[in-house]
């Protein structure tokens, strides 16, 4: 039987005090930054429809100058692997942790 690999996004909710920092110095990008992806996609959504694929984060990471590779890798990696999927499977608990900035 495989060991089915815990998305990282998941223990988000448990971490505290020196585990969250740790997380939060892992991402592939800060924070705020993280945040503001998450927003520019759900206002980007609310216009039209996901094509499944990651499009709208991308052009965020583009237009941020922002580590592509990783930033996309790390999504994927959570879940998030087009924009409907970011916005189910990883905005949730990241607002849930870190607020609706």
């Known amino acids: 039987m495989p060991i089915v690999k815990k998305r990282?996004?998941?223990n988000l909710e448990q971490l505290?005090?020196?585990e969250l920092q740790a997380f939060i110095d892992s991402l592939p990008a800060?924070?705020?930054t993280i945040s503001k992806l998450l927003d520019f996609v759900e206002d980007e959504l609310y216009e039209t429809e996901c094509d499944?694929?990651?499009k709208r984060s991308m052009r965020f990471m583009m237009d941020n100058r922002l580590d592509f590779p990783k930033l996309t890798s790390w999504l994927t990696e959570n879940g998030g692997y087009c924009?409907?999927?970011v916005m189910e499977q990883?905005?949730?608990i990241w607002r849930a942790k870190f607020g609706d900035d």
Do not use: F
């Open 52 to 54: 499944h694929s990651l």
């Open 83 to 85: 924009d409907c999927k």
């Open 8 to 10: 990282e996004i998941e």
């Open 30 to 32: 800060g924070q705020a």
């Open 16 to 18: 505290s005090g020196e």
């Open 90 to 92: 990883i905005a949730p």
